[in-house]
């Protein structure tokens, strides 16, 4: 089906003022902050006030491993939330705010798309309401600080060959990953090697969105570990004196966003951090403040759920106290194909033996969802080249494993088009079925955490390390045995190798490195190559877009 472009759709929109958006969740205007007329932040006295509610149902959009064809997650929990709101239940969907990188980059806007978008999309996916500049500031404040502490006698002794934290930007730029910092002179500083990282790598943007308060983000803050002294004495934001300046660069950052969707269902757009070298979801803020307001709360993570929703489960859950009702996970025809082998320029033939083989993947994910006992569904995002034999055999190899499978258009028809998988998503999260619970008890040793995830989740028999990483366990089991496990690896593969798709067994990953994000409560694993500065591809969507004689953005998306 052809129709308009994202851009062209959002812009063509009647969005209804902020106020009114607010009135639907029974927000008075004195609690909305306003940014012009379709964009509010929400006060922090109200979300006090409100905190003897009675929770809503939560329920997570997640998805099979990404590829180049496209799952349409966002769009999917958009629709999702419409549709929620068309067969009469007050909603409210949660999502993470789009970074500029990628954006300029190969995703382009990442608001959704069709007529299953929130708006204004071009806002919000540029600058929006300053949250990133602010997070940016607010990590590059504490690099200043840490550079200007050395430059002026350096009491703390920090050895500046162990210093971890980097400077970040909103920005895919390869040539800021490794630098030289303090070149010129001693009016400059010491030199050192450093680097850039992508603004929604920073531990800041993490530490954000699992603050549940302003005394909590600054508490956060203070524990964010910068670097070690020559003795190996770990030095944080605090004892540098960063913690409060940083909170203070903070405080209009962490009032949830809120905005809408083509149809008028509210929407808060919070946060945005990675989902391999972070857990990918947005605020925990938003969603509780969501939670407190809305019968139903439809909220996405990162990638497939092999990262996502497994950090979504072990980390934002556990950390919120949070409790999810329902899953649904996104798939297509087009990148089960993919995951059989089928190159992304063959895509719109029909090929049921690739798709067949393909299957693995999707049935992967269904299994690792089982395994925090919370019911699922799966949503077939339809493609207009997708044939019935396809469908059909996607939703028969579902009913073998006992799971339901909704064909949705909400792309091209909006709410209308999710309509019977909404309904759905109701009959599970009010039937009380789910027994949520962890992957791991908090005191599991770190290794066999680590263990856990890759054997349970990413069916490798093991993991394995260096005699280096494996003294980093030891010294973090020592210090932070509480902490969870945050995986860093590819999202194309259930290993570490974005290359091999579907759903493979019995490989062994091995982490390369530990990284402690002391202020953001956890490990993080890396596992074999990962990038947290991307760089632009040979032709950029920065290409596309520009801004015409009457003012608007045009080739967003």
Not at 530 to 546: D, F, Q, R, T, V
Request: aromatic share 6%; glycine share 8%; hydrophobic share 40%.
């Amino acid at each position: 089906m052809v129709q308009a472009s994202d851009i062209k759709i959002a812009q063509a929109a009647a969005m209804q003022p902020i106020l009114d958006i607010g009135a639907k969740l029974h927000i008075p205007e004195k609690s909305l902050h306003q940014y012009g007329p379709y964009k509010a932040k929400l006060d922090y006295d109200f979300i006090k006030s409100v905190q003897h509610n009675q929770d809503g149902k939560l329920i997570l959009v997640t998805a099979i491993s990404p590829t180049p064809a496209g799952e349409g997650k966002t769009t999917t929990t958009v629709g999702l939330g419409d549709a929620l709101s068309q067969i009469g239940k007050k909603t409210a969907i949660c999502l993470r705010e789009p970074s500029l990188g990628p954006c300029f980059g190969m995703k382009g806007g990442a608001a959704g798309g069709g007529y299953a978008q929130v708006v204004p999309m071009e806002e919000i996916n540029l600058h929006f309401t300053g949250d990133f500049h602010a997070i940016a500031a607010a990590n590059n404040l504490l690099a200043t600080m840490i550079d200007n502490h050395i430059h002026w006698s350096n009491e703390l002794g920090i050895d500046s060959r162990r210093i971890t934290w980097r400077r970040v930007v909103d920005m895919n730029d390869r040539a800021l990953r490794d630098i030289a910092l303090g070149l010129g002179g001693p009016g400059n500083g010491f030199t050192r090697q450093s680097g850039f990282d992508i603004t929604v790598a920073s531990e800041v943007m993490a530490i954000l969105c699992l603050a549940n308060d302003p005394e909590d983000l600054q508490r956060r803050l203070a524990n964010i570990v910068i670097g070690a002294t020559r003795d190996l004495q770990a030095i944080t934001a605090k004892d540098l004196k960063a913690d409060g300046a940083m909170a203070a660069l903070l405080k209009e950052a962490l009032r949830p966003n809120l905005v809408q969707t083509l149809e008028g269902t509210p929407a808060f757009v919070h946060g945005g951090p990675f989902a391999n070298i972070a857990h990918g979801c947005n605020s925990v803020i938003a969603t509780k403040s969501a939670l407190k307001l809305a019968d139903y709360v439809v909220t996405e993570a990162g990638f497939g759920a092999d990262l996502g929703a497994e950090k979504f489960f072990n980390i934002k859950c556990r950390k919120a106290g949070l409790k999810p009702d329902a899953a649904v996970i996104v798939a297509t025809a087009r990148a089960l194909k993919m995951h059989g082998g089928v190159p992304k320029d063959q895509l719109d033939t029909e090929n049921l033996k690739a798709l067949e083989k393909g299957m693995c993947n999707l049935e992967r994910h269904i299994e690792n969802i089982r395994k925090f006992e919370v019911p699922l569904c799966v949503a077939i995002n339809l493609f207009d080249d997708d044939s019935k034999a396809e469908i059909e055999l996607i939703t028969q190899h579902c009913a073998n494993l006992g799971v339901s499978v909704f064909e949705c258009q909400h792309w091209s028809q909006g709410a209308s088009g999710a309509k019977a998988l909404a309904q759905e998503v109701v009959a599970m999260a009010e039937s009380n079925i789910g027994h949520f619970n962890y992957l791991y008890d908090d005191d599991l040793p770190l290794w066999k955490k680590t263990q856990c995830i890759a054997q349970k989740i990413y069916g490798a028999s093991d993991i394995v390390a260096d005699m280096r990483v494996r003294k980093q366990f030891e010294a973090y089991q020592q210090q932070y045995p509480d902490f969870p496990i945050c995986m860093a690896k590819t999202q194309y593969s259930f290993s570490t190798d974005p290359l091999l798709m579907g759903a493979p067994s019995n490989h062994v990953v091995p982490i390369r490195e530990l990284r402690l994000a002391a202020g953001a409560e956890f490990i993080v694993a890396v596992c074999g190559d990962i990038m947290i500065m991307p760089g632009l591809p040979k032709k950029p969507s920065a290409e596309n877009i520009s801004v015409n004689v009457n003012g608007q953005i045009e080739g967003l998306f």
